[in-house]
């Protein structure tokens, strides 16, 4: 491939409409096998379009960890799709066409249409990018604002100009839009601030400035506003600790999942080494340099006085990053001399396109999704009591999660999720559906019958037949 190929328009749009066709494939076939998981179901509840704004923002969202931008959108789009899982995706599509435009638009008024159509399939086939699309959650809005962010403010620095305004504006949304969200906006001021420092140019870290700023406020008087409420934010991220074992899953899962295996690892950090020979690579990635600490390392800093470390919280910054690497790497192929260093640049972007199909698929299957409604709805009329055994968080001040998903999806029945905390015989239970419980890997992953049923306070006195279904960290008994 020659020079003249690579800066073909024609031949990157085909490139961008195969990328597009494969992600609308993997959005499809996802969509109609996936279903919802406890995350997702608190968002459910949380935007139902019956209560009203005042009670979506200052009491349901009260146990939100993350700032409600999507909160907002998604409540005012079920007012007119009310079926969550289909408005969610509806939302999360229409972010990633957005995206994808703003991108190539943007690189098209410099006459770099071709880098436009590169960085959109970069986006498009990005492992984050794959598995949040499918989520009813914050991830995708926040992903899309980052990508763009990131393309805005690296166009800024190569031109010397910009609307700042547009820089801000964005900035502010972004800070909303999640937590990681804000992080990776003040990540990209910062960047600005040193580079404009660093190269003596007045008018980027000015820009930087106001870019930290807009992103900032809004942030803080969220933060401000929630962790002052009753049950409100900081308690709800209890669950998180700042243990070894909890800092070693968070790298384990941004490795596994944003990059690839332990060979594919090594492959890229090899290509790396190698680009970092180029004074072109080093003088264009002080950029991504600067925006991948902050961004990597600043969680693990903060969590040493609040944890908020998981590794798919990473996945909001994560396509923005490979975006901006990318732009870096488009200088070393106009500017290095070196083919070796070239073809080492290209591996850094090309490894993550490569790896997210299998990478994603894997993350999607393994989906905790809560399968277990399908079964109990089938069998209501069998449960003359209804009243159905299940684990439930004791205190919903603190975390409303697991009586509120129940009550969702069994919605229309009659049927209610009661906690296991009293000892009962199978025998005494006036319902075909002995116990239900989702999102519990302990019980579900109970392969003994007597064990399973002693760990939900249950006796089988008269040794009644049982029938126990078991799906990904959930599980139904039922009696034959």
């Known amino acids: 491939m020659d020079c003249k190929d690579i800066n073909n328009e024609r031949f990157w749009l085909g490139l961008c409409a195969l990328a597009g066709t494969v992600f609308l494939v993997m959005f499809v076939v996802n969509a109609r096998r996936g279903g919802l998981w406890t995350d997702e179901l608190f968002t459910v509840w949380a935007t139902d379009p019956s209560i009203n704004p005042w009670q979506l923002q200052f009491d349901r969202l009260r146990y939100e960890t993350n700032p409600p931008l999507h909160f907002w959108l998604l409540y005012g789009l079920r007012q007119v799709v009310p079926e969550a899982r289909v408005a969610g995706l509806i939302l999360n599509f229409t972010v990633v066409v957005a995206t994808v435009a703003a991108i190539v638009m943007t690189m098209r008024r410099d006459g770099r249409a071709w880098l436009g159509y590169a960085l959109a399939i970069l986006f498009l086939l990005n492992t984050a990018t794959l598995i949040y699309v499918q989520e009813v959650r914050a991830y995708m809005l926040a992903l899309g604002l980052c990508a763009v962010l990131a393309v805005l403010v690296m166009r800024f620095i190569a031109q010397g100009r910009g609307r700042v305004a547009l820089l801000a504006v964005l900035g502010a949304v972004t800070g909303l839009s999640h937590v990681y969200g804000a992080l990776f906006a003040g990540a990209l001021a910062a960047a600005l601030v040193i580079e404009g420092l660093v190269f003596r140019r007045t008018e980027v870290w000015r820009a930087g400035l106001i870019l930290g700023v807009a992103c900032s406020v809004p942030f803080l008087i969220w933060f401000v506003g929630v962790s002052h409420q009753e049950g409100g934010t900081l308690r709800n991220i209890g669950w998180i600790s700042f243990a070894p074992e909890h800092i070693k899953s968070t790298i384990d899962g941004i490795v596994r999942v944003f990059v690839g295996p332990v060979w594919v690892v090594i492959i890229w950090v090899m290509a790396l080494i190698l680009a970092l020979s180029s004074p072109v690579f080093r003088r264009s990635g002080l950029m991504v340099a600067v925006v991948a600490v902050i961004f990597m390392i600043g969680p693990f800093a903060i969590s040493a006085k609040v944890p908020i470390l998981h590794y798919r919280y990473f996945a909001v910054g994560f396509p923005a990053l490979m975006l901006l690497l ?155």
Not at 327 to 352: H, N, Q, T
Not at 364 to 392: D, F, H, Y
Not at 432 to 442: D, K, L, N, P, Q
Request: with cysteine; net charge positive; glycine share 6%.
């Open 326 to 480: 990318a732009m870096a790497v488009c200088e070393v192929w106009r500017a290095e001399p070196s083919r070796l260093r070239k073809g080492a640049a290209a591996i850094l972007v090309l490894i993550p396109v490569v790896m997210s199909l299998p990478v994603s698929w894997v993350e999607l299957t393994a989906k905790p999704v809560w399968r277990g409604a399908e079964v109990v709805r089938t069998n209501a009329q069998a449960c003359p009591s209804q009243t159905i055994r299940g684990l439930i968080y004791p205190d919903a001040k603190v975390q409303p999660i697991f009586p509120f998903t129940y009550e969702y999806l069994l919605r229309g029945t009659g049927l209610k999720v009661t906690g296991s905390d009293q000892v009962a015989d199978v025998s005494d239970i006036n319902c075909r559906i002995v116990a239900w419980v989702e999102h519990s890997g302990f019980i579900s992953e109970t392969t003994d019958e007597a064990l399973l049923l002693e760990r939900l306070n249950l006796t089988n006195r008269e040794r009644v037949p049982l029938t126990i279904q078991r799906h990904l960290n959930g599980v139904v008994i039922l009696k034959r």
